[in-house]
């Protein structure tokens, strides 16, 4: 089967750094990785890399990062804005930071919709955003969109973003630790919902985690990354039951709890 995308010996350097070094991985259509290690071992660079998203003082020192046959590494600013928020989606640890602290969500989602579709009125997409938040399984719909960030929990409000992501159906979604800001049965309901998401709309998700316990539960393929190199890939199941590398070994024997983390869909 075709790669949905495929990363092929990255390597980004900030300034005069090479902090993420020959780093490949494919991801086929509808598939799920994750990529764990602890902090600092390069996730949230190579999936800024992956969106295009490498701030001015980074670049792109080798490799090659293909999206459905096209060369990412050295698209334009332009190309990139056309792709995200479209055929790529991106969802963050903290969504607050993912909203206007002083728009209401219903007017957010609004803005969004007619940024790609200007001929959309507000009664469309009211009808619109309702029936995404239903589908993210948010209690009263209606009632959300009055209602400004501020006003939700944690975890609706990574519902919300899940919801907006998802508006475009895109093909990937990057999620940068999209669980670790909530508290433990938060994190099993929002993984339940990406896992359903995934299987519903074969939507590919990219997931960055420091845990190895999140990649076993989602139970797609893990990349483990350690020092800006993947040290060992393979089914998270696998790489639970059968770590080769040392770092890996040391990651799992860090989660005595590692059986506990159950989805809830
Ligand atoms: N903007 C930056 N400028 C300079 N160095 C950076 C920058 N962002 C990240 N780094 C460095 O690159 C390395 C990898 O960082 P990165 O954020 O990709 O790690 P991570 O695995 O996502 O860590 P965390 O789990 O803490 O989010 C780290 O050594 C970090 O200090
Ligand atoms: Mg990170």
Do not use: W
Request: net charge negative; charged share 25%.
């Amino acid at each position: 089967m075709n790669d949905l995308l495929s990363v092929k010996n990255l390597s980004v350097a900030y300034g005069e750094k090479t902090t993420v070094r020959n780093v490949s991985l494919r991801l086929a259509e509808g598939a799920i990785r994750c990529l764990v290690g602890t902090t600092g071992s390069g996730k949230s660079t190579v999936l800024h890399a992956v969106a295009g998203l490498l701030g001015a003082g980074a670049r792109i020192t080798g490799g090659s990062i293909v999206f459905c046959g096209e060369e990412l590494s050295d698209a334009t600013p332009s190309r990139m804005r056309e792709l995200l928020g479209n055929r790529i989606s991106l969802i963050f640890q903290n969504p607050e930071n993912f909203f206007d602290p002083i728009m209401r969500i219903g007017d957010q989602f609004a803005e969004f919709l007619k940024y790609h579709d200007s001929s959309l009125q507000n009664a469309e997409c009211a009808d619109m955003t309702v029936k995404a938040l239903a589908e993210m399984r948010l209690e009263e719909p209606e009632r959300l969109l009055s209602l400004y960030p501020f006003e939700l929990s944690g975890g609706m409000l990574q519902r919300c973003a899940i919801a907006l992501a998802m508006l475009s159906k895109p093909r990937l979604l990057l999620a940068d630790e999209p669980t670790s800001a909530l508290d433990i049965v938060s994190q099993a309901k929002i993984l339940g919902e990406l896992k359903r998401l995934n299987r519903e709309t074969g939507t590919a998700i990219l997931l960055v985690t420091h845990s190895m316990k999140v990649a076993t539960a989602l139970d797609g393929l893990v990349s483990v990354m350690h020092d800006g190199e993947v040290v060992e890939e393979g089914f998270a199941r696998d790489v639970l039951s059968q770590p080769k590398a040392a770092y890996t070994k040391e990651l799992i024997h860090s989660l005595p709890d590692i059986e506990e983390m159950r989805l809830v869909e």
